[in-house]
């Protein structure tokens, strides 16, 4: 479950096992996108796949490809998507060099957007799958996690 292991495709419903650290893993599922859905489901033993993929999702973010294709996180099952899982969330996005201009990427297209229409959506970006894994173990921990904080909206 750990390690670096052959080349691996990434596919969209593919089922990964994200090792955590302690003997611990949890489950993602690759979706469209780039996307990756994370759930909640911390645990030492392997779970029957649909059991992991049953498990409450804890968010849903955009991870580059390598986590799979260079077998950082090992894809374990396949499995077709819900229908809530075919269209990702909307993700904000705010401009560097004007933050109060705001836009929306929603479905492969963007849209300007009020501030009060992002808050509470993740930021667009793609994440590297250490900090998702930083991400993860955070929550469990019950901590702040330093990337989300740093991809917050600005004041």
């Known amino acids: 479950m750990s390690g670096k292991t052959r080349q691996q495709k990434r596919a969209i ?3 990964v096992t994200v090792n955590l650290g302690d003997g611990f893993h949890t489950y993602a599922r ?3 996108e780039g996307m990756f859905v994370f759930y909640d489901c911390r645990v030492k ?3 029957p796949i649909d059991q992991g993929i049953s498990c409450p999702i804890l968010f849903q ?3 580059m490809d390598y986590a799979v294709t260079r077998g950082h996180w090992k894809v374990v099952g396949t499995a077709p998507l819900d ?3 075919k269209n990702p969330p909307p993700r904000f996005m705010q401009d560097a060099l004007r933050p109060n ?4 990427y929603e479905k ?3 849209r300007p957007a009020a501030k009060e229409e992002c808050i509470g959506l993740e930021r667009a970006a793609v994440w590297d799958p250490d900090h998702v894994e930083d991400r993860l173990r955070d929550h469990y921990a019950g901590r702040k996690n330093k ?3 740093s991809m917050r909206m600005k004041e």
Do not use: N, Q, Y
């Open 108 to 110: 492969g297209k963007i």
């Open 83 to 85: 229908d809530a899982l």
């Open 30 to 32: 690759t979706l469209e």
């Open 101 to 104: 201009m705001f836009s929306i």
């Open 45 to 47: 033993e392997e779970l």
């Open 61 to 63: 973010v955009p991870v």
């Open 147 to 149: 990337w989300v904080e």
């Open 13 to 15: 419903g593919d089922i």
